[in-house]
């Protein structure tokens, strides 16, 4: 049995290298991995707050249309050209 064991030929040399660069190949596609990753949670982060500030706004526009709701009405028409009668 231990003459078995320590009878390599070139197959196993190849599959060892083949594990090698399997292994290398391995760290280097994890590393690759963690980057993109950490990107897609900073651009994750930046959609939340996109969408914060997105729903924010439109808030303040709901609210401006109810307190101001004569704002168009004090505008002159510009099509007619005649003066609006403020409310």
Same mark, same amino acid.
């Given at each position: 049995?231990?003459?078995?064991?320590? %009878?390599?030929? =070139? =197959?196993?040399?190849?599959?060892?290298?083949?594990?090698?660069?399997?292994?290398?190949?391995?760290?280097?596609?994890?590393?690759?991995?963690?980057?993109?990753?950490?990107?897609?949670?900073?651009?994750?982060?930046?959609?939340?707050?996109?969408?914060?500030?997105?729903?924010?706004? =439109?808030?303040?526009?709901?609210?401006? %249309?109810?307190?101001?709701?004569?704002?168009?009405?004090?505008?002159?028409?510009?099509?007619?050209?005649?003066?609006?009668?403020?409310?």
């Amino acid at each position: 049995m231990r003459a078995l064991l320590q %009878c390599r030929d =070139a =197959a196993d040399d190849h599959l060892t290298a083949e594990l090698v660069h399997l292994d290398n190949l391995k760290k280097m596609l994890e590393s690759h991995l963690n980057l993109v990753k950490i990107q897609l949670q900073t651009l994750n982060a930046a959609r939340e707050r996109l969408t914060a500030v997105f729903r924010e706004r =439109a808030r303040v526009i709901d609210l401006l %249309c109810y307190a101001m709701p004569c704002v168009g009405a004090l505008r002159d028409d510009t099509v007619t050209g005649k003066a609006a009668i403020p409310l």
